[in-house]
């Protein structure tokens, strides 16, 4: 029982990775960009928040310095695709290559580098209870910050004032622009802010998750937040529940491993990747619904006075 406790906890740290990478890109698409830039983004940041705590040793400076590192590649691929109208596609695609070099190159000096001892967290009174206290209860304070995350998003998107006019410029920006709206700036805020959350999930892998740096250190995972965007039909409780499922893909090949399972450990390792082709196949199979849910705007340039 134990081992399942373990297993499932496991699923929830590897999944907030996911989840707080994927609610960023969400917030991007519901404004109407596509930033194909998470990996790089990713990346950046897992370096930049690796060293601040190196020289720190202070946990949460390292998640500000992600987070600030992600804001800013953001902020210069929402000042390409939404002042000067470069294709999203590819101006991402460019910021994925550039995180990967750039990560590979600044972290060179850190890759025997060791973190100080990480703290273990406990929920007081409920961190003790059998089984589920080992579970839920005994995390890292960022897997309930990635769960509150997504239960703000639902209210924020469907209930704010703020987050109907994020989806009406997602939706129609000519529309919202007509009433008034500064649909380039919201644009550019949107894009900030989730290249801000993609940074903070880098930067937890980097620290937290591994807690190491070594070149590519994010592994794919900033291509498989951007899929689970679509998975969710871009519905932050879908992002949440998609995250951990993959989440559990990715730490059943290491419980798999660990219980002497006779595959080779290249097939263990691509299980999260066929996961994903799968779904996304499946999901392929009806694009009408695809069409309903996502934002009738997505990855299409905006001309002001057009």
Known sequence: MDTYALLFGSMLNAGTVLAIAALGLLINEKAGIVNLGAEGMMLCAAIAGFATVVHTGNDWLGFAAGMGAGALLAAAFGLLVIWMNTNQYAAGLALSLFGAGFSAFAGIAYVQEKLPQRPHFSVPLLGDLPVLGTALFRQHPMVYAGIALAI??????????????????????????????????????????????????????????????????????????????????????????????????????????????????????????VATIVVLALISRNPAWIRVNMPASLGKPFYPGS
């Open 152 to 273: 703000w998003l639902v209210w924020f998107l469907d209930k704010s004032r703020a987050g109907l006019v994020l989806r009406s410029v997602g939706e129609s920006p000519e529309s919202a622009h007509a009433l008034g709206y500064p649909v380039r700036r919201i644009r550019l805020m949107a894009v900030v802010a989730g290249g801000a959350l993609c940074g903070l999930a880098g930067a937890y892998l980097s620290i937290i998750y591994t807690p190491l740096w070594v070149e590519g250190v994010v592994a794919g995972r900033g291509w498989i937040a951007l899929a689970l965007t679509t998975f969710a039909t871009w519905r932050p409780a879908r992002v949440l529940l998609g995250a951990y499922l993959f989440g559990g893909v990715t730490m059943l090949q290491f419980h798999l491993q660990g219980s002497g399972v006779d595959l080779p450990s290249e097939f263990l390792t691509m299980l999260p990747y």
